[in-house]
């Protein structure tokens, strides 16, 4: 009765650990471009020393373009900790509901949004924008809030339920599935 096993969420992940796995997909997607390639070379018979030279700058390229939103992200958390003196490893708020906790986390367009509760002052404005980029197209939602310093931050989702938890964990609202 009471080994029962907590079940582990993003939230018990270290920082490190949340940067992984906001690039993991992306990595994995390239990857498989990058055997394809290796795999097309070697039956070209490709693969002398010129080839291989190239195929280790393609594998640098895919590790590049996987993490690098990740790693934006998490220069982001790194200056909102300075800033606090709070910092994600040293969290204590594990067992409360994800709308109570002080730390919120979403994964999101190929990065991640971490944010303390005392780092959002106010939530300023809420917008739906469509969004037409080279690699991005169709609806994004945005929260505009300003940080305990007074400078203004915008926030991007791709969806609306990203936004939605946003807003309910900053007003510390119950989630749906939480009420169910």
């Not at 997909?25 to 290796?38: A, E, K, M, Q, S």
């Not at 900790?81 to 994600?88: A, C, D, F, P, T």
């Not at 949004?113 to 404005?125: F, S």
């Not at 939602?141 to 915008?154: A, S």
Request: hydrophobic letters at 40%; aromatic letters at 16%.
């Amino acid at each position: 009765m009471g080994n029962r096993k907590k079940k582990k969420s993003a939230y018990d992940t270290s920082l490190f650990g949340i940067v992984i796995w906001a690039g993991l997909d992306v990595f994995v997607f390239l990857l498989i471009g990058w055997v394809i390639l290796g795999l097309i070379m070697f039956f070209n018979h490709r693969l002398d020393a010129e080839g291989w030279k190239l195929m280790q700058f393609c594998l640098a390229l895919v590790v590049l373009f996987s993490y690098w939103m990740p790693l934006c992200s998490l220069l982001k958390v790194r200056r909102q900790e300075r800033i606090l003196g709070i910092y994600w490893k040293d969290r204590t708020d594990h067992n409360r509901p994800e709308w109570d906790r002080d730390w919120y986390l979403y994964y999101d367009r190929g990065g991640f949004h971490l944010y303390h509760r005392n780092y959002v002052r106010k939530i300023t404005a809420l917008r739906e924008e469509e969004e037409h980029g080279i690699y991005s197209k169709g609806q994004v939602y945005l929260v505009l809030f300003e940080d305990l310093n007074g400078k203004k931050h915008t926030l991007k989702f791709s969806s609306a339920d990203g936004e939605k938890k946003f807003r309910q964990w900053y007003e510390k609202q119950r989630l749906e599935r939480d009420l169910m």
